[in-house]
């Protein structure tokens, strides 16, 4: 821990990303930070209903993600494994990082002309899909970045999107986008001694409201948030006229979304897998092994989903061509997944690929006329 | 012919069956999630202990091939990835046999042979596990943006059969002045460094090296400048791999390497040639960590780096 009497200005640039599926309690962490002194870039996102009490969430923050995912073609709530490389991707974009550290460091210098630490809290629900891009404009701008992963039952996340944001994607398409974002949030974080990792927490969003002064301490001591560790009475008192343990409404159980079998269980064992990360000790190298176990085993699922349904991807195909009122596509054409394109095989998972003996490889390739390149 | 023809693995002319290749996607339970970066090494004791923990950090396995180091490669590379607390992260194994050296030698060596680069790198790359490999060089230090941004990758490539290149800017050292060095970004320089492990990714025959093999059409994938240098030792022979200046002294393919040997030999002369920055270190500070580290993320970006663009950086 740092002097009490040093000079504020003088602390490690840190910056806090608050990361974890949409209604989990991020806001409520990440205006948790804000009350105690890290800054947060403004303008900020307006409160509305689904949030009376605020985002926390800087504007341009949400708009250059939106803009990030449009371009990666990815959705906030995207249960596809593979659109972590699309993201990815987009993140190692020379103009991006250069855009993406140019606002870190203007922002890291207002929070010091203001005459706080250099300190700042960012966070939205499509920060996970970004981590990478973050975390190379703090190597840029000399900061420090950590991670608080808010972790709340998947059955009562699913619940809350169903209930605020409507429910137009079903249970099982949530529950699968959550199981890839968290999964994949926990692989993006994991923590080593190497640059670029200043450390992790993972926080449960019912202990934040059970007891938020002793889960922020600690959030603050592992992480040597300076603002947090010197945060005074005033700011404490805020802290509980923030906190509205009746936030949490939702108390529905993973039974009570109806998911299929295999998701289901993967959910379940991934939820108690994640839930045990926040006890003492629990970021252990033998709950990393189970989560990455989980997260094949997940990828292995879709890939197979991904695979039986293509009838239904081609048919959207065809109704999106055909358009509202249009002609009917050619009967006599050969349909896209028959089409001899050369890069079809390629776009088969390599483990499913890989699966099929090289033997009928070959054979499949006679027959589709393919060579393999000399 | 190409040796990638076998269904299962490829045999080598020489008979040497206990260095025959077995497809690593064709053994029992197939190959597992993750990156591995693969370096076959001889006589890198001296870069090692840069090159190892930024690796062994970013990547889930790091497989090192010694071809008969005789100044301690191997103990290095085993007492760097104790001393980062990831030996658990290396496998090290060796490949006995003389490689041809780039150019003319490796020209008149079959591909089936056990001395040829590109049944070399076969041979390495069989070992793999792993669903996606790094092709690394054992004088090749990640920068910490380097080492954040493959660290992602590693992990976010999973099934897609992508290629990604990583551009690398020649760190020139002097070993008697450990503050001291010159940085190359004279030549723009991203080549083909990551791949799927698969039927479709092997190696075979180029003219002066191997060349890993690619369906048609492939997704590629370039990094930005400024994530990962190449040490140079002024005082070493950087050249040892090759048969002679002869066989890089005319072909568009080997302008990087030509630019390697003017710049090495300007400097030996005392001159610092256009695009070469000489970089102080602060005092007790060695300038390998200072440009990894320090120097070169926190330098202005876009990097201004020159204009000879090589062929792999077209793609």
Redesign the interface.
């Known amino acids: 821990m740092t002097d009490p009497s040093a000079d504020d200005s003088q602390s490690p640039r840190t910056v806090l990303f608050v990361a974890g599926a949409g209604r989990s309690g991020t806001s409520t962490m990440a205006g948790l930070a804000k009350i105690l002194g890290l800054h947060v870039p403004q303008p900020e996102v307006a409160a509305d209903a689904t949030n009376p009490r605020g985002f926390a969430e800087p504007q341009w923050v949400v708009d250059h993600h939106d803009r990030l995912l449009r371009e990666a073609v990815v959705q906030v709530s995207d249960s596809r494994?593979?659109a972590?490389?699309d993201?990815?991707?987009i993140?190692?974009?020379?103009p991006e990082?250069?855009t993406t550290?140019t606002w870190l460091e203007e922002h890291l210098t207002v929070a010091v002309e203001r005459g706080g630490r250099p300190e700042l809290v960012v966070k939205d629900p499509r920060l996970s899909w970004f981590?990478?891009l973050w975390?190379?404009a703090s190597?840029?701008t000399?900061a420090r970045p950590v991670f608080v992963t808010m972790l709340r039952p998947p059955a009562e996340v699913v619940g809350s999107k169903q209930t605020y944001y409507g429910n137009k994607l079903g249970s099982a398409h949530l529950a699968a986008s959550w199981l890839n974002m968290l999964l994949?949030t926990e692989?993006?974080t994991r923590d080593?001694?190497?640059?670029?990792v200043g450390g992790r927490v993972f926080v449960r969003y019912a202990d934040l409201l059970d007891d938020w002064t002793r889960v922020t301490m600690e959030v603050g001591e592992r992480l040597q948030l300076q603002s947090v560790l010197h945060a005074n009475s005033e700011q404490i008192r805020d802290g509980h006229r923030f906190v509205d343990p009746s936030l949490r409404r939702m108390t529905q159980t993973l039974d009570d979304l109806a998911l299929p079998r295999r998701l289901h269980e993967l959910v379940a064992e991934t939820w108690t897998a994640l839930d045990a990360l926040a006890e003492p000790d629990g970021d252990s190298a033998a709950a990393h092994v189970t989560l990455?176990q989980l997260?094949?085993a997940y990828?292995d699922l879709y890939?197979e989903a991904e695979a039986v349904s293509r009838s239904s991807v081609v048919h959207a195909e065809h109704r999106l061509r055909r358009g509202p009122g249009g002609p009917p596509p050619a009967p006599a054409g050969p349909a896209p997944e028959a089409a001899p394109a050369?890069?079809g095989?390629?776009r088969v998972?390599?483990?499913l690929?890989?699966?099929v003996p090289?033997?009928v490889?070959?054979g499949l390739r006679r027959v589709a006329g393919r060579q393999?390149?000399? | 012919m190409a040796a990638h023809a076998g269904a299962t693995g490829i045999r080598n002319l020489e008979g040497h069956a206990d260095f025959d290749i077995t497809w690593p996607w064709t053994r029992p339970g197939g190959l597992r999630a993750g990156s591995t970066a693969v370096l076959r090494v001889k006589d890198e004791a001296l870069s090692m202990p840069w090159v190892l923990p930024p690796l062994l950090r970013a990547m889930d396995h790091v497989l090192v091939v010694d071809n008969g180091s005789s100044d301690g490669t191997p103990e290095v590379t085993a007492a760097a990835a104790e001393r980062a607390g990831l030996a658990h992260r290396l496998t090290q194994t060796s490949y006995p046999f003389a490689v041809a050296r780039a150019g003319a030698e490796h020209r008149a060596v079959h591909e089936l042979s056990v001395h040829s680069l590109s049944y070399f790198y076969n041979w390495c790359f069989a070992q793999v596990g792993t669903r996606y490999s790094f092709k690394w060089d054992g004088d090749m230090v990640l920068t910490a943006e380097g080492e954040a941004s493959l660290a992602d990758l590693a992990w976010q490539v999973g099934d897609v059969q992508s290629i990604i290149r990583v551009p690398r800017h020649g760190l020139y050292l002097d070993s008697r002045a450990p503050e001291r060095g010159w940085l190359d970004l004279g030549l723009r320089n991203a080549e083909e460094w990551g791949f799927p492990i698969g039927p479709d990714f092997v190696f075979t025959k180029a003219f002066e090296w191997e060349v890993r093999t690619t369906p048609t059409p492939v997704l590629s994938i370039g990094l930005p400048h400024g994530l990962c240098v190449e040490l140079k030792y002024l005082d070493g022979d950087e050249f040892a791999h090759w048969t002679d200046p002869a066989s890089f002294a005319t072909s568009h393919r080997n302008k990087r390497k030509r630019r390697e040997w003017q710049v090495f030999n300007a400097l030996l002369d005392g001159t610092v040639p256009e695009g070469v920055h000489e970089i102080r270190a602060p005092a007790g500070v060695h300038v390998v960590d200072h440009v990894t580290r320090t120097w070169l993320p926190r330098a202005p970006r876009p990097l201004q780096v020159g204009t000879v663009v090589t062929s792999d950086d077209q793609r």
């Open positions: 494994p593979q972590w490389f993201t990815g991707r993140s190692t974009r020379e990082r250069i550290a981590l990478g975390r190379v190597i840029r000399g994949h692989r993006a080593s001694s190497g640059p670029g990455d997260r094949e990828s890939a050369p890069s095989v390629d998972p390599h483990g690929r890989a699966a090289p033997s490889r070959r393999r390149p000399a």
